[in-house]
């Protein structure tokens, strides 16, 4: 006899008993339910929200059943490991549980609360494993002490070549590169030699996806008008570009200081339409030339590369040295970028240090479900009342952001 989740995948079942499915009332095994829900939760659109909110408050002893069995489907471990659906009583056992895979672990490591990470720490096989420990790293509620601990548990080589500066992992490579900006020259474009080894390590480890890519051409999401933007590009340099055009075309000719004044302006109206000329510069890149560009280049290149629709150089950007803190903060808001640069903001130590670039993230509609209702613990009472309210954002983004911003104001009126 076929099992009641197969008949559900199978769409076999009439509304009414779909909604029991997602209240938890079909008279199955436990362990079926579980399943059962988390199934709903994640792939049925009508009764998603209710099997989520059933899942949240099921029976913990069944629930700690399922999170330590090796044998609980690996969708109901993933769901169960998410950092969204956590329940605490659930951690220590999923943390163990040989079935959870590692990169689920990881994914929880980077979001993870303090709460959250001290469980992680006490681990065994989170201390194992070298992919858990550089996400736990990542984390920016992880304390000093406790981020030194993790250092040792590292390699050996790694913790020999600290020397001076801590934690030699991706996001210590970052602010070294940072800290040697100035040697470089705003302006040295392709040229310039203070970034070639970044430019050179993304290259080789980004190697097969450059490769797929070809020679695709650069292409704006969003188009090209939308892309530009007024905060980098000012309206009052592009007015200018009427009054200089006729200068060159003047038959007559005026006196020797009149003419030299114009050919000092003609660079500038041949220069003027920056928005042009950056376009086009992008636009005879191949994918290769556009990631050294989003590598090396400046904040007005970095701001059309990171909407190309050209995944690994878009990704690129966010690896530029020069990158500042205000145009992340930009980006996380941007609903014209590929859903792979808003996945990658959080992985950046740095960038999750900024409280700005997480709020844009949570408020942004085009940022993934689950990446912002992950996001959404580290809010503060008052944007979360304002997310609660906020149309362009999902319903279940302002459920749950209603839901956190009660809980919040009843503790803190406790206290």
């Given amino acids: 006899m076929a099992r009641m989740i197969d008949q559900i995948r199978a769409s076999k079942l009439p509304s009414n008993m779909m909604q029991f499915a997602a209240r938890g009332a079909l008279q199955v095994p436990s362990a079926e339910n579980i399943e059962i829900l988390v199934y709903l939760a994640r792939h049925n659109k009508i009764f998603g929200d209710l099997a989520r909110m059933t899942l949240a408050g099921w029976d913990a002893k069944a629930s700690l059943a399922a999170a330590s069995n090796p044998e609980t489907p690996p969708e109901v471990l993933n769901y169960m490991a998410h950092h969204d659906n956590l329940r605490p009583v659930l951690l220590p056992a999923l943390l163990e549980n040989p079935s ?13 609360m303090r ?51 801590p934690a030699p992992t991706v996001w210590h490579l970052e602010q070294t590169a940072e ?16 970034n070639d080894e970044t430019v050179s390590a993304y290259m080789t480890e980004h190697a097969n996806d450059i490769a797929a890519e070809g020679d695709k051409p650069f292409q704006a999401i969003g188009g ?54 950056a376009l086009q510069k992008i636009s005879h890149l191949d994918v290769k ?55 990658q903001i959080p992985l950046k130590r740095r960038f999750m240090k900024n409280y700005i670039v997480v709020r844009n993230l949570v408020a942004n509609p085009r940022t993934p479900l689950d990446l912002g209702l992950g996001l959404m613990k580290n809010l503060l009472v008052a944007d979360l009342k304002n997310l609660s309210a906020n149309k362009e954002v999902s319903e279940t983004i302002r459920k749950l952001a209603l839901k956190m911003f009660k809980q919040k104001l009843e503790t803190a009126n406790k206290k």
């Avoid at 020259?185 to 310039?192: I, R, T, V, W």
């Avoid at 530009?228 to 007015?239: C, E, I, K, M």
Wanted: charged share 30%; proline share 7%.
């Fill in 100 to 112: 959870v895979a590692e990169s689920d672990l990881a994914k929880l490591a980077i979001s993870a």
């Fill in 115 to 165: 709460e959250t990470i001290e469980v992680m720490l006490k681990s065994q096989r989170v201390r194992s494993s070298s992919g858990v420990i550089e996400a736990l790293r990542a984390n920016p509620y992880l304390k000093k002490e406790e981020a030194e601990e993790l250092r040792r548990l590292s390699s050996p080589v790694e913790v020999q070549a600290a020397d001076e500066k």
């Fill in 179 to 194: 800290a040697s900006e100035p040697a470089a020259s705003p302006e040295a474009g392709l040229d310039g030699s203070g």
């Fill in 224 to 277: 090209a008008v939308e892309l530009l933007g007024h905060d980098y590009f000012p309206v009052t340099q592009t007015a200018e570009a009427p009054a200089e055009a006729p200068v060159p075309a003047a038959p007559a000719g005026p006196a020797v200081a009149p003419k030299s004044a114009a050919a000092a302006k003609k660079p500038q109206a041949q220069g003027e339409p920056k928005r042009e000329n």
């Fill in 289 to 343: 030339g556009r990631i050294q560009l989003a590598l090396k280049g400046n904040k007005e290149e970095r701001s059309l590369l990171i909407r190309d629709g050209t995944k690994v150089v878009a990704l690129a950007v966010l690896e530029a040295p020069k990158l500042s803190d205000g145009e992340v903060e930009k980006f996380a808001s941007q609903k014209n970028v590929l859903e792979a640069v808003l996945r």
